[in-house]
């Protein structure tokens, strides 16, 4: 069986890490990825569109965190529950989110008050900020583990001489936000392994057991796929929209599948469809940013929400999508892609001189 350090640091079986995928809900996702013998993950929830709306228009930015974090409490609680292993949490830490000192003290007190918590609640993963910010220290001195994503090997240093435990590298080709330097995960993942000592996750078109035999080779230790798991049976997406992930070759053909626009929060990659290509229209007209946010927010849910409006809503999506065909169920796609991983180690049997 294939194992690597990964496993060992977090208590997986298996190599595979779901990546988490705020906004979003990925909470029937984390429990099957866990119960399958990957690593589940927890994602960073929002305030709701309207929510953020009147906050926006000068409301009052107390009750809008509030549901963020009572939501992302139930969340964990539910998690560890139904989850029969370890899982981990998502942080969104760039300076559009001032309420992550707050949701960082509720989980260690969460942790810290429920031995059944502490014991499987064993990660934080750090994203889209820096990780230099003083109160991010707390994850290890409540002994979480705790892994940075990053998408150059200048932010890789950084977070390693912060103290991190681990680094998610994700290439250009990941689903949802993307890097301003646009590195793909082939040249990304061995760059950063080569300038570290700590074990490094290869995140970005990740979807099979070839994929993760070829992560292993660049000297990644494990797989982060977003949107592979998000067309799964049990992921919290909306049907129509894991359709639209796996019906992406077909109905776009030679023309690329995904998008990359500029939008209010940074650069996002999409499926390609009347919402992203909207969008994408109103960054390149330099639209006033309040406007572009307001469609954002809009589209936010349409689609991967119960509306299920994969025409008008945002779908955020890897380059990978262009080779999904299918919608398996969690525990059957995590054995796939082992025993192809296996297969595909056993076929590489170069010619000798
Ligand atoms: C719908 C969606 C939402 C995402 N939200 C987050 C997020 O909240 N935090 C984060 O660090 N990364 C987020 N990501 C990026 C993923 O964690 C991961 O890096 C990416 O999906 C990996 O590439 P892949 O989609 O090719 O598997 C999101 C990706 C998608 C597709």
Redesign the pocket.
Known sequence: MIRTEICAMLGAKYPIVQ??????DTKELAIAVTNAGGFG?V??PEPSAEQIQKVVSGGDVTEAFRSVNEKLKSTLVEVKSKADGHFGV?L?VAPEQPEVPELLDMIIEMRNSDPELREKLVLL?T??GDPSQPHLQKIKQNKMKWFH?VPTVYHAKKAEKNGVDGL?A??Y?????VTFFPVHTMVLVPAVVEAVDVPVVA?????DGRGLIAALALGAKAI???????ATLESD?SMPSKEAITSSAERFGKENATLVTQGFFGPL?HLRNAFSEKLDQMVKAEAPQLEILKYELEGSMKA?GPEGDVVNGA??????AIRLKDIPKVSDLIERIMSEAEETLKSMCLLSA
Request: net charge positive; aromatic share 16%.
């Open positions: 990546a988490p995928m705020g906004p979003y993950m994602s960073h998502n969104r993963v994203s889209a994503v998610v994700t290439g080709e990941a689903g949802g936000h995140g970005g078109g990740f979807c982060y796929m977003g949107t592979r798991f998000i997406f990659r991967f779908l955020w999506s890897g380059q990978v």
